[in-house]
């Protein structure tokens, strides 16, 4: 049952490549309805067991899947009207290559089988690329071969790593299947200096797909330059996707007793990634490109929370999913501005509360969710990494932490108070907005802020069940 | 046997070599297409502990199909586009890129020498080096070259490195067919998606120079 | 609060507040003899008084109920000072622990009204004398406050009473001599910046802009400017009062006695304050800052010796 | 508790319905200032009861998220905060009935009328705090309500500077306040407050200092008061009122309370505090002098007060560090004392000068004058205000100051530094005392006093009846206080056993004192009573004549040729140069016949400066210089990842 959270988005996919544009559109958002029935059948734990080695429902990988299902289910939607209202000569390339992201990106939810993951990781590059390159204009090129090449060579280093944890098995002579449900099981009898190596390349390899600096550099290019709905399940989905293939990573070496320098790793990219984001946000004079150097913050900040573990870790896990929320709702705001206002520029635009009014609220709704401000989730979660990380005696890494995040916070809310609230010099509105367009931003951030008034008791457990193999708990 | 693996990896060695200091895109084209088929028919002559199968000559078959034919195919067609078919005004010069290459060699034969390999066969250190230097001389092309293409071909050139790599580390046992094939086409897939964004840039640029996508920066 | 009312105590606040433009008339007799000159008679203070209370008044049209209320207020708060005052030694006719903030306070709100009442005029002149007023009073401000820190360190006294009149007196003639003489020179210039005398500020010149206090006042005429009056020699009574307390030890001997030392040690401050401004001139306006802080530099290290003196 | 509750229900009614019915625009303002007003009443009148009558702390609990608990607790030092929260805000709301009048902006009020009742309720959520964790929440949400609250006039760009600048700080601040809790967290394991006390004095250092810096930047404590003279001017008045009345004690909320819990013994904490005081208390008040918008004069002067109230609050901390007791409990009492009087003296200072702006229509004091006239319930209620801030007896501030000054002399039986400390505090207050006197009669005398010198301030009436009610309102209570301080004070030294060193000290041990101060006032009172009396009586039959103002011979005067704020300023400011920073522009003379000359005066904040010149600037230039890193290259990109796999490979 499982593994009909891929096939059945892959035969889709595959079909809608080929179908006229309308059905096209039906078929998006029915998939993303069947894909989240699934999602939750396998949630609630109602689906029968599993027949295969390759794959498997660990809690991370079920938590990544259901935040990918959820995010789906409404950038669908939003795709369905943002297409009727912009002309696209290739809609079913688009629509196909969605639902064939979908499925790739599902694979890595589920995938146990180490080499299974990496081909799953690859295949979300391939299947994405379409859409970054959808328009064909020079900076989309541009952008797509950045973004197919870059992460082809990182996710092949990464390859190079899923030798070296073999191998790491091999010089202890040890035989089981190579997954990391039964590599884990004899995780501390490996060979630490192969395994450290391959951890290395795995961070490498799938931190440049997660967008840790100094791997990131595709990252905003791809992102500001993809239609929005594509940014927005780059940035919300993708990245966790990646993320879940280094957490599974860490978690190998965690319980092979190398959690200690697994950690200092992620804590190391964690901080360059979010110094790297706080010079680029400053001054930043295009919002895609902001939101998506905000995507590598928050991708810092997670690796900075899974590698303090304890609290961090939990607020890392709640982090990757109100980021996700809140992030992709920014992106879908950032697809209706960009229609608004043709262009990606801040200087141009302005006078969102008079001309886009509910864009400009959701847009500064999810700017405060993404600062961590209250009502939205990230204020739990960056409090709870900050006071995990202090538990933890990591001051140096809690001073960088603090110190980028008002750097970001000053950068960006410049840029987001002038796109709101400054004057703009002529009315010229391209496309009005629409209540449809409006909504899934919208239920986004509420969901986000429904899972801080009340977080469903299964979500907990499963965090809970996540973060326990890394050292976690929410007990400090 | 381990002489004519031997002959193989030398080969391995040979293209590489060529391949840095190679200035015409279908000569590099070539190139690969021979390494393509040398690399997969390595764990062929190998001296493995279960002789020839049935399942690994399939498989070589595979390989020598993607890698051989279909990749540099589809190479060929893009190189075939394009204008002006040769690399001009290198980032790395030829020269540099190639005693890079040799220092690459020096440089894995000592990393190999380095690690604590007891449980390896000495073919199978031989192709350490071999994988190590080739996947570092991919690297080298994909910073050195201007040319899309190039990098494409650096691309291919590490992501064999890589599989030699795995080749002297991996034992057979863990290598299940299935995820062979799955990394292949992934693989495949990857060539095919660069070739069509290649065409585009082609199009769109009237050149694959990557100096002229270098629009998207802050 | 000690309430006394014992006839001693009324006796010596009524006696000083008498005396007090008597004492202002000294001042002018001092100046008279050192410029050669007869000098107007020794009760002139008295005479202008009366002139003035017996006169109707001018007001500006510019001016609000606060330019009536200034003159008021600056002399309830003066008067008050001296209800508080133990003259000559004997007991106050109130007083109580802590009085001694309590009172400083009070003059400042005379000094807002009277500064609100210049500016309530529009004249550039009055705001000019204001602006200077308010300036210098608080570096005075730090000086008295560094005193009264010191006799709390010295005494643990915290009222007039308690300084002068109790057990643990501040004197000249006590151990810490040292401290109270800087005390005294710090004191002695706070008496001529509060009151607007020479080198500070000068009440006799003929141009307005370079007086503070008399250009504050300029508009006001009649009663007003009476109650004004009073409030000043109220203020320049106390300060001499203050001064000569420290300079003998009131708290020993008779009453009746006192009362005739103390105001023969007020006669000579008076006239030593006319000897100042008779040999000095009035120091340009930057430079009164610096004199001021010279009282508070001198009592700041008073009180810091103190950390030695009182363990 | 429940009774709070509903205070804070009626409260979030109010605001939310605003939302709802905005379009009927004296409806929504109807209801929401009546729900806000009476939500308000019942809390300040719960929590006044609750701290007079030594009520018993009521605690409520609810879990959250799992792994929290959202725990609120009302005990004296909390009622002592709420009753200024809720009692302000509501005077604040019925003030801002009339001073939110455009109709053609009926959306931008509801939005404000709804951030309004949500800074209430996180006020009164954050002094209620009984966990780290529900002292977070309620502390950002405060923040981004008054961030909305403070750009309320959007459209302008200085709004949105100030804005942004609140922001930063705010945000900045928070995060410091986190990383302290991270380190009480570390250290008992609990996000509860019980097990504080027993945290290593090291820890609790460095965890006081972390909160001290961020509630410091609510506070504005000196050099991080920034935002202050920016975001009070561009706030709507009765915003500015709550902010600057309410809000920024919330960050002396958070000084007193972590200061509590953890119960400190060594005398660093109060040391720090007094200095900290009396930078913020002398350079806050210079600038004030300094400033001419009036609206930025009273922001610094808000900053002086902080001052104050920190020099009370370090006083006392010394005295419990040194076992001193009369210093612990009048030093602690006198600084929240002054917490409550100054909440309700800038609050009428601000809503007043929101009176001025309203009829004006400009907030530089030297384009005003003579207001008292046209103005005066504005007027006198600002110059009972102004006498009050300035800490002068009968009124208010003076009691609180008092308290202040008596508890310092009484450090100053200590020895060491201590002893300095308490004689500098003690000459920081005389200081302060005296310049903020120099300020607000700068204030009273330029806005109010002397002529109008524009057409503007010649043409304005007085404002609305219920501003003024509600400017009347707060300087009675600023009398008030000033000659019955019994109950205030008594509250305030209540709040103060929370102390362990003084925990037993009682009423006889202080009202004496209180007594007699009250009864010098009173003393005070009848003799003016009489003089006035006498002077009328002098009077009688006299003739009272009007005529212009003496000219000292010069025979054409004209309204321009007052003594401006700036003039009266300037020798003041000149004397503390080192500090503040005065830019002037002078074409000077040049010619024998001079033509048209100009000046101009700007008096510019040296901590801004400084933050500017150190911090922001190096820091943005050290960035902008890393801004190569995505230089738009793939080689280079590719690059990067080698080097990090050589770089990784090493460090293995």
Aim: net charge neutral.
């Amino acid at each position: 049952m499982l593994q009909f959270v891929f096939y059945i988005p892959l035969i889709v996919g595959i079909a809608v490549l080929f179908l006229p544009a309308k059905i096209g559109r039906v078929a998006l958002f029915s998939t993303a309805v069947i894909h989240a029935m699934f999602t939750a059948l396998e949630w609630f734990k109602l689906s029968g067991p599993l027949h295969t080695s390759y794959f498997s429902n660990t809690p991370e990988g079920m938590l990544v899947l259901a935040i990918l299902s959820f995010l789906f289910l409404f950038i669908s939607l939003y795709t369905v009207f943002y297409m009727g209202e912009v002309e696209m000569s290739k809609e079913p390339v688009f629509n196909g290559s969605m639902l064939l992201f979908l499925s790739a990106m599902s694979m890595v939810a589920i995938a146990d089988h180490i080499i299974m993951l990496w081909v799953a990781v690859e295949a979300t590059t391939l299947m994405s690329a379409p859409l970054i390159f959808v328009h064909r204009s020079k900076a989309s090129l541009e952008a797509t071969w950045k973004y197919v090449l870059i992460c082809s060579v990182g996710i092949a280093l990464a390859l190079l790593g899923c030798f070296f944890v073999i191998f790491s098995m091999e010089m202890s002579n040890i035989h089981v299947p190579i997954s990391f449900s039964s590599l884990n099981t004899v995780a501390s009898q490996l060979d630490p200096v192969w395994l450290k190596a391959g951890f290395i390349f795995f961070v490498i390899g799938f931190g440049t797909k997660m967008g840790l600096a100094p791997m990131h550099t595709w990252l905003p290019d791809a992102h500001s330059e993809a239609p929005s709905p594509a940014s927005a399940l780059l940035s919300g989905a993708l990245l966790n996707c990646a993320f879940l293939a280094v957490y599974r990573c860490h978690q190998l070496m965690f319980t092979a007793g190398l959690g200690d320098y697994s950690s200092k790793v992620l804590i190391a990219f964690g901080l360059a990634s979010m110094l790297v984001s706080a010079v680029f946000i400053l001054n930043q004079t295009d919002y895609k490109r902001m939101l998506a150097y905000s995507s590598i913050e928050n991708m810092g900040i997670i690796a900075v929370g899974i590698g303090i573990g304890g609290l961090a870790a939990f607020g890392a896990m709640l982090h990757m999913i109100h980021h996700s929320l809140v992030k992709s709702s920014l992106f879908l705001s950032a697809g209706n501005i960009l229609l608004g206002y043709g262009t990606k520029t801040i200087d141009k635009t302005g006078s969102m509360l008079r001309l886009l009014p509910k864009t400009g609220l959701t847009f500064f709704a999810g700017f405060a969710g993404i600062s961590g401000f209250p009502p939205f989730g990230l204020f739990v979660s960056e409090l709870l990494i900050i006071l995990g990380a202090i538990k933890a005696g990591r001051y140096v890494a809690i001073g960088i932490f603090i110190f980028s995040l008002i750097l970001i916070f000053a950068g960006a809310s410049k840029l987001v108070m002038q796109m709101v609230f400054s004057e703009k010099e002529n009315d010229d509105i391209l496309v009005p907005e629409k209540w449809t367009r409006a909504l899934p931003p919208i239920l986004l951030l509420l969901t986000s802020l429904a899972l801080v008034i009340w977080l469903p008791d299964s979500i907990y457990q499963t965090i809970q069940n996540a973060i326990s193999s890394i050292g976690g708990t929410v007990n400090g | 046997m381990i002489h004519i693996s031997n002959i193989f990896l030398a080969m391995i060695l040979l293209s590489v070599l060529l391949s840095l200091r190679s200035n015409r895109l279908m000569a590099l084209v070539k190139l690969m297409a021979f390494q393509g088929i040398v690399v997969s028919a390595v764990p062929m002559v190998l001296d493995t502990a279960h002789g020839l199968t049935f399942n690994l000559i399939m498989f070589f078959i595979l390989l020598v199909l993607v890698k051989g034919i279909l990749i540099p195919g589809m190479m060929s067609v893009a190189v075939n586009k394009v204008v002006a078919s040769r690399e001009i005004e290198p980032i790395i010069g030829y020269h540099a890129s190639l005693f890079a290459g040799l220092i690459m060699i020096v440089f894995s034969v000592y990393i190999t020498n380095q690690l604590n390999l007891a449980s390896l066969a000495a073919s199978h250190k031989l192709l350490l080096v071999t994988g190590i230097t080739t996947m570092g001389a991919g690297l080298i092309l994909l910073m050195a070259r201007r040319k899309a293409i190039t990098q494409v071909i650096g691309y291919l050139m590490m992501e064999n490195g890589i599989y030699l790599i795995g080749t002297a580390l991996a034992k057979e046992v863990h290598t299940q067919y299935v995820v062979e094939f799955a990394v292949l086409l992934d693989l495949l897939v990857a060539v095919l998606v660069m070739g069509i964004v290649l065409n585009d840039i082609n199009h769109t640029f009237d050149d694959v120079d990557t100096a002229l996508l270098g629009q998207l920066k802050d | 609060m000690n309430f006394t009312f014992s006839f001693t105590s009324l006796f010596s606040l009524l006696v000083a507040f008498s005396l007090a433009p008597l004492f202002m008339g000294v001042i002018l007799k001092v100046k008279a003899f050192f410029g050669g000159k007869q000098g107007p008679p020794w009760l002139i203070k008295y005479y202008t008084l009366i002139k003035l209370l017996r006169k109707g008044s001018v007001y500006s049209t510019s001016t609000t109920f606060i330019f009536k209320l200034g003159p008021i207020i600056s002399f309830v708060t003066a008067f008050m000072l001296l209800l508080f005052f133990p003259f000559a030694g004997l007991p106050p006719i109130l007083s109580f622990h802590g009085d001694v903030v309590v009172l400083f306070y009070l003059l400042g709100l005379g000094r807002f009204f009277t500064v609100l009442a210049a500016l309530d005029t529009a004249s550039p002149f009055e705001g000019m004398g204001a602006a200077r007023e308010v300036f210098f009073s608080a570096l005075a401000e730090a000086t008295i406050f560094v005193i009264l820190a010191l006799f709390f360190r010295l005494s643990g006294s915290l009222s007039f009473a308690e300084y002068f009149s109790g057990t643990q007196v501040v004197n000249l003639w006590s151990q810490s001599a040292a401290l109270i003489f800087l005390v005294l020179i710090a004191l002695f210039i706070v008496l001529l910046t509060e009151n607007s005398r020479v080198p500070v500020d000068d009440p006799a010149t003929h141009l307005e802009l370079t007086m503070i206090h008399e250009v504050m006042i300029l508009d006001h005429s009649g009663p007003d400017l009476a109650l004004i009056e009073m409030g000043a020699f109220c203020k320049m009574l106390f300060y001499s009062a203050f001064i000569s307390c420290l300079l003998y030890p009131f708290h020993t001997g008779s009453a009746l006695y006192n009362v005739l030392v103390f105001n023969i040690i007020m006669t000579l401050i008076y006239a030593g304050v006319g000897l100042v401004e008779s040999i000095t001139a009035r120091y340009k306006m930057d430079m009164v800052p610096n004199f001021i802080l010279t009282s508070f530099a001198l009592v700041f290290f008073a009180t810091i010796l103190t950390m030695e003196f009182v363990q | 508790m429940n009774i709070f509750f509903l205070a804070l229900l009626l409260i979030g009614v109010g605001g939310t319905q605003a939302l709802t019915t905005f379009k009927r625009y004296s409806l929504m303002k109807t209801g929401a200032v009546l729900a806000i007003i009476t939500g308000c009443s019942i809390g300040a009148v719960d929590a006044a009861t609750r701290l007079l009558q030594h009520a018993e702390p009521v605690i409520y609990t609810h879990s959250w998220l799992q792994i929290f608990t959202f725990s609120l607790k009302i005990d004296a030092v909390s009622a002592f905060f709420l009753v200024p929260v809720f009692a302000i805000s509501a005077i604040a709301a019925l003030y801002s009935f009339q001073y939110l009048h455009d109709a053609k902006r009926a959306a931008g009020t509801a939005i404000n009328y709804f951030f309004y009742a949500l800074l209430i309720i996180s006020m009164a959520l954050v002094v209620c705090a009984n966990n780290l964790i529900s002292f977070a929440l309620a502390w950002e949400l405060m923040s981004v309500a008054s961030f909305f609250l403070v750009i309320y006039d959007v459209h302008k760009k200085a709004t949105r500077g100030a804005g942004y600048i609140y922001f930063i700080f705010t945000q900045a601040g928070a995060l410091f306040i986190f990383a302290g809790f991270g380190f009480l967290y570390s250290h008992t394991g609990t996000f509860g407050f019980e097990a504080l006390a027993s945290i290593p004095d090291s820890a609790k250092l460095i965890a006081f200092i972390l909160i001290l810096i961020g509630c410091g930047s609510k506070a504005g404590i000196m050099p991080l008061h920034v935002w202050l003279p920016y975001a009070h001017p561009a706030a709507p008045s009765h915003v500015s009122a709550v902010m600057s009345g309410v809000m920024i004690k919330m960050g002396i909320y958070g000084i007193v309370r972590f200061y509590l819990l953890l119960e400190p013994t060594s005398v660093v904490f109060g040391q720090i505090v007094i200095i900290l005081g009396i930078s913020s208390g002398i350079l806050g008040v210079v600038y004030a002098i300094g400033k001419q918008d009036i609206k930025k004069m009273l922001a610094y002067s808000s900053v002086e007060n902080i001052g104050i109230i920190l020099l009370g609050l370090g006083v006392g901390m010394l005295g419990a560090a040194s076992g001193n007791k009369t210093m612990a409990a009048f030093g602690f009492a006198g600084g929240l004392l002054h917490v409550f009087n100054h909440s309700i003296f800038k609050s009428l200072l601000f809503m007043g000068a929101g009176s001025v702006l309203h009829q004006t229509k400009t907030g530089a004091s030297n384009q005003l004058g003579g207001l008292m006239k046209t103005m005066p319930v504005t007027g006198r209620s600002l110059l009972i205000g102004s006498i009050s801030i300035s800490g002068l007896p009968p009124f208010n501030g003076f009691i609180s100051e008092f308290l202040i000054y008596y508890g310092a002399i009484h450090g100053l039986s200590l020895h060491g530094a201590s002893f300095v400390l308490s004689a500098l505090a003690i000459i920081a207050l005389a200081v302060i005392g005296a310049l903020a006197a120099a300020a607000f009669t700068k204030f009273i005398g330029v806005v109010f006093l002397g002529e109008p010198r524009t057409a503007n301030a010649a043409n304005a009436c007085e404002a609305g009846v219920l501003m003024g009610t509600a400017l009347s309102l707060l300087a009675a209570a600023c009398l008030i206080i000033g000659i019955w301080p019994y109950y205030f004070v008594q509250a305030a030294f209540l709040v103060t056993q929370a102390i362990p060193l003084v925990a037993d000290y009682t009423t006889t041990d202080f009202m004496p004192i209180m007594t007699n101060i009250s009864r010098t006032a009173a003393l005070f009172i009848f003799l003016f009573i009489i003089v006035t009396v006498l002077r009328k009586i002098f009077y009688i039959g006299k003739e009272v004549t009007k005529s212009g103002t003496w000219g000292c011979g010069f025979t054409q005067p004209t309204v321009r040729m007052q003594y401006t704020g700036t003039s009266y300023a300037d020798s003041m400011v000149d004397f503390f140069r080192p500090f503040i920073r005065v830019q002037k522009k002078y074409s000077g003379i040049e010619k024998i016949f001079p033509g048209k000359t100009t000046y101009s005066s700007h008096t510019l904040d040296t901590s801004e400066i400084g933050l500017n010149f150190f911090v922001v600037r190096p820091v943005l230039y050290l960035l902008s210089k890393l801004r190569w890193i995505q230089h738009g290259n793939i080689q280079l990109y590719i690059g990067y990842i080698v080097l990090a796999i050589v770089v990784m490979l090493i460090f293995i």
